[in-house]
């Protein structure tokens, strides 16, 4: 921390955890997202035990989670960090062996392995992933990105030359300072420079790249539409008829949040997801509105919230992935065809 940062503006991690895991008792359908949270705190703070320990009580319940490979890796890069390298590979290779659909695990792992200079580990972990799920996909997702700028960034280190993917990674990076110069591993060398020439394009360089994470920190929540599996659909319905005029059955309710995504992509709106109700979420929602679940005005305010609190799934998924409805199918073959 600079000395001159304001005491109002220092976070204190360990009592920040503490909050979060008192929030996630009180709202157990948010625990995931809340104690992963917490958990970082704890890594901020060096309670890098205690953060393990948060990571296992969420894998405890793993049949539950919406995303168990992304908490298995942010377990073992944690457990790497105070010496628990045996444990953190194996970790690794199982998640590397499942091969989730997810992006997120797979950039932890390898940045994990990059950080601990496995250099070919991690090209292979980023190439495994790229190669998984960008194969056929004309325009990689947002959450993709990462992959492609690490392994970019790994084969510079590697001395390797430039293919196709890090062409594509070239074409995604929209920072004024090209990618082969972040990623120029020379780059260190220039800190010691008694040359202010080269310390000045040292400085413009880390302000790119500020800037690039400054992006990516402030990307909103994703514009969601509310989605209710059959279940829960027929649950609304049946306690709340009138909201029949809105949702007259299942399958036109999940045309319509198809075409409602599709018609929102060609008017140029980014950042699109999908965000899953349940019966009792939406009750308490429409009982902290002082309102009655009936009011349709309600339903948009709720998608919002939920899409606020990270329960958005981005749309569209992988073409060759689940689909978003739940069916267990190719999204290219369901929704997607």
Same mark, same amino acid.
């Given at each position: 921390?600079?000395?001159?940062?304001?005491?109002?503006?220092?976070v204190?991690?360990?009592?920040?955890a503490?909050?979060?895991?008192?929030?996630a008792?009180? *709202?157990?359908?948010?625990?995931?997202?809340?104690? !992963?949270?917490?958990?970082?705190?704890?890594?901020l703070?060096?309670?890098?035990?205690?953060?393990?320990?948060? $990571?296992?009580?969420l894998?405890a319940?793993q049949?539950?989670?919406?995303?168990?490979? &992304?908490?298995?890796? &942010?377990?073992? %890069?944690? !457990?790497?960090?105070?010496?628990? #390298?045996?444990?953190?590979?194996?970790?690794?290779? /199982?998640?590397?062996?499942?091969?989730?659909r997810?992006?997120?695990?797979?950039?932890?792992?390898?940045?994990?392995?990059?950080?601990?200079?496995?250099?070919?580990?991690?090209?292979?972990?980023?190439?495994?992933?790229?190669?998984? !799920?960008?194969?056929?996909v004309?325009?990689?997702? *947002?959450?993709?990105?990462? &992959?492609?700028?690490?392994?970019?960034?790994?084969?510079?280190?590697?001395?390797?030359?430039?293919?196709?993917?890090?062409?594509?990674?070239?074409? !995604?990076?929209?920072?004024?300072?090209?990618?082969? #110069?972040?990623?120029?591993?020379?780059?260190v060398?220039?800190?010691?420079?008694?040359?202010?020439?080269?310390?000045?394009?040292?400085?413009?360089?880390?302000?790119?790249?500020?800037?690039? $994470?400054?992006?990516?920190?402030?990307?909103?929540?994703?514009?969601?539409?509310?989605?209710?599996?059959?279940?829960?659909?027929?649950?609304?319905?049946?306690?709340y008829?009138?909201?029949?005029?809105?949702?007259? %059955?299942?399958?036109?309710?999940?045309?319509?949040?198809?075409?409602?995504?599709?018609?929102?992509?060609?008017?140029g709106?980014?950042?699109? /997801?999908?965000?899953?109700g349940?019966?009792? %979420?939406?009750?308490?929602?429409?009982?902290?509105? @002082?309102?009655?679940?009936?009011?349709?005005?309600?339903?948009?305010? *709720?998608?919002?919230?939920?899409?606020?609190? @990270?329960?958005?799934?981005?749309?569209p998924?992988q073409?060759?992935?689940? +689909?978003? +409805? @739940?069916q267990?199918?190719? *999204?290219?073959?369901c929704?997607?065809?």
């Amino acid at each position: 921390m600079r000395p001159d940062t304001p005491a109002e503006n220092v976070v204190d991690h360990t009592a920040e955890a503490a909050r979060l895991e008192r929030t996630a008792d009180r *709202y157990p359908e948010d625990a995931e997202a809340l104690l !992963l949270r917490a958990a970082a705190h704890l890594e901020l703070a060096d309670a890098r035990p205690a953060a393990t320990a948060l $990571y296992d009580r969420l894998l405890a319940t793993q049949d539950t989670l919406e995303n168990a490979p &992304l908490v298995r890796a &942010l377990k073992a %890069s944690n !457990l790497w960090e105070y010496d628990h #390298e045996a444990e953190a590979r194996a970790i690794i290779d /199982g998640i590397r062996a499942t091969a989730p659909r997810d992006p997120a695990p797979w950039v932890i792992v390898a940045e994990s392995l990059e950080s601990h200079d496995e250099l070919e580990a991690a090209h292979d972990t980023f190439t495994q992933a790229a190669t998984l !799920l960008l194969t056929d996909v004309a325009e990689p997702p *947002y959450p993709t990105h990462p &992959l492609l700028f690490g392994r970019h960034r790994v084969r510079r280190m590697l001395g390797l030359p430039h293919d196709d993917w890090d062409a594509r990674a070239d074409t !995604l990076h929209s920072s004024p300072v090209s990618l082969d #110069e972040l990623h120029d591993p020379k780059r260190v060398w220039s800190l010691g420079s008694d040359n202010p020439q080269e310390l000045e394009a040292e400085i413009s360089r880390l302000r790119a790249e500020l800037g690039t $994470y400054r992006e990516a920190l402030s990307r909103p929540f994703p514009v969601a539409v509310l989605h209710w599996p059959a279940e829960e659909l027929t649950e609304l319905l049946s306690a709340y008829p009138t909201l029949t005029t809105e949702y007259p %059955s299942h399958p036109e309710h999940l045309a319509t949040i198809e075409s409602s995504l599709r018609e929102l992509s060609t008017s140029g709106t980014p950042n699109l /997801g999908i965000v899953t109700g349940t019966v009792p %979420s939406y009750e308490a929602f429409a009982a902290s509105e @002082g309102s009655s679940p009936s009011d349709t005005t309600l339903l948009p305010q *709720y998608a919002t919230t939920l899409a606020a609190r @990270g329960r958005a799934v981005a749309w569209p998924p992988q073409r060759t992935s689940d +689909c978003w +409805c @739940g069916q267990n199918q190719p *999204y290219d073959t369901c929704h997607g065809a």
